[in-house]
T-cell receptor, first 110, second 114 residues
Framework: RKEVEQDPGPFNVPEGATVAFNCTYS??????FFWYRQDCRKEPKLLMS???SGNEDGRFTAQLNRASQYISLLIRDSKLSDSATYLC???????????FGTGTRLQVTL | DTEVTQTPKHLVMGMTNKKSLKCEQH?????MYWYKQKAKKPPELMFV???????INESVPSRFSPECPNSSLLNLHLHALQPEDSALYLC?????????????FGPGTRLTVT
């Protein structure tokens, strides 16, 4: 079983739609969680950190369920510029090692 | 400002060449990282420096040699690479090492080994 699992997609949604991605992690010792977005041939950019049960930033909401070991990302009112790959990332312990999921690709269309 | 810079943007090198990748941050971060990313795959951690000392080496072949000359700079020296080492090499930094700290990535160096 992979340490961090994501549905690769692609998720094709129209502009204005709400879309949700889920991510599961296997290591119950994971203590902090992040969502990054990555555009084609660019670096990952930090989207949100999720340290407790959840976090909201504008159109983006991240939730953490420790009991079930999953993290979700909800995007409301999708925009064309949201088209990217979304990476779910967990950090385990004090070693600063980030474990990346393989990413979920989102394509927002007109 | 959460900027990490990397040079060069692109690099083509032969298998007998020696080259270096450079990374710089001026955010006062004390942890810096090298990652390797192949197409359609997530980034893979290579090295972690904490307070200018190497703290993690993810069993990376010795043809990759990291160096941290000071708290703002991180280099990756390359020698006798193989074609399968062609990838995007990403540098990242965080305020400190430890699970609370977010990592910020540079734009990467796209390396091609011929």
């Amino acid at each position: 079983r992979k340490e961090v699992e994501q549905d690769p997609g692609p998720f094709n949604v129209p502009e204005g739609a709400t879309v949700a991605f889920n991510c599961t992690y296997s290591n119950s010792a994971s203590q902090s969680f992040f969502w990054y977005r990555q555009d084609c041939r660019k670096e990952p950019k930090l989207l949100m950190s999720v340290y407790s049960s959840g976090n909201e930033d504008g159109r983006f909401t991240a939730q953490l369920n420790r009991a079930s070991q999953y993290i979700s990302l909800l995007i409301r009112d999708s925009k064309l510029s949201d088209s990217a790959t979304y990476l779910c990332v967990c950090n385990t312990g004090t070693a600063s090692k980030l474990t990346f999921g393989t990413g979920t690709r989102l394509q927002v269309t007109l | 400002d959460t900027e990490v810079t990397q040079t060069p943007k692109h690099l083509v090198m032969g298998m007998t060449n020696k080259k270096s990748l450079k990374c710089e941050q001026h955010m006062g971060h004390r942890a810096m990282y090298w990652y390797k990313q192949k197409a359609k795959k997530p980034p893979e951690l290579m090295f972690v420096y904490s307070y200018e000392k190497l703290s993690i080496n993810e069993s990376v072949p010795s043809r990759f040699s990291p160096e941290c000359p000071n708290s703002s700079l991180l280099n990756l020296h390359l020698h006798a690479l193989q074609p399968e080492d062609s990838a995007l090499y990403l540098c990242a930094s965080s305020q400190d090492a430890g699970f609370l700290y977010e990592q910020y990535f540079g734009p990467g160096t796209r390396l091609t080994v011929t």
